[in-house]
C-alpha cells in the first residue's frame, strides 16, 4: 500500500520532532518546517532513511564534528545551512 503524500509529510515531520535529542528535535523540526512540502519523492525518501540513523552521528555530521556519508552529504549541507529566518534577522 502507497503511503498518500499528506500522511507522509505529516509523519515524516513528527519523526524530524520526536528525535530524543533536544539539539536534534530544533535542528530537524525547522528543517522539516521549511522544506519538506517542497521536497520531490526521491528527496523525501532520503530524508526518510537520514531519519532512520542515530542521532549523534546526525549531530556529529551536521556540526562538522564528522564527515556525512556521500549518500547524506548534500542533505546534511542543507539542514546544516542557517535557516531563512536567521538569515533575515542578521
Known amino acids: 500500500m502507497t503511503e498518500a503524500r499528506d500522511t507522509r509529510l505529516k509523519r515524516l515531520a513528527m519523526r524530524s520532532m520526536r ?6 528535535d530544533i535542528l530537524l523540526t525547522r528543517f522539516a518546517e521549511q522544506h519538506l512540502a517542497a521536497m520531490p ?4 525518501d532520503l530524508y526518510d532513511r537520514l531519519l532512520e540513523e542515530n542521532d549523534q552521528d546526525l549531530y556529529a ?5 564528522q564527515p556525512a556519508p556521500a549518500e ?3 542533505l546534511i549541507a ?4 542557517p535557516s531563512e529566518a536567521t538569515r533575515a534577522a542578521s
Open 61 to 65: 555530521w551536521i556540526t562538522g564534528q
Open 41 to 44: 519523492a526521491e528527496e523525501l
Open 78 to 81: 542543507r539542514i546544516a545551512a
Open 19 to 24: 528525535r530524543g535529542i533536544k539539539e536534534m
Open 72 to 74: 547524506f552529504s548534500g
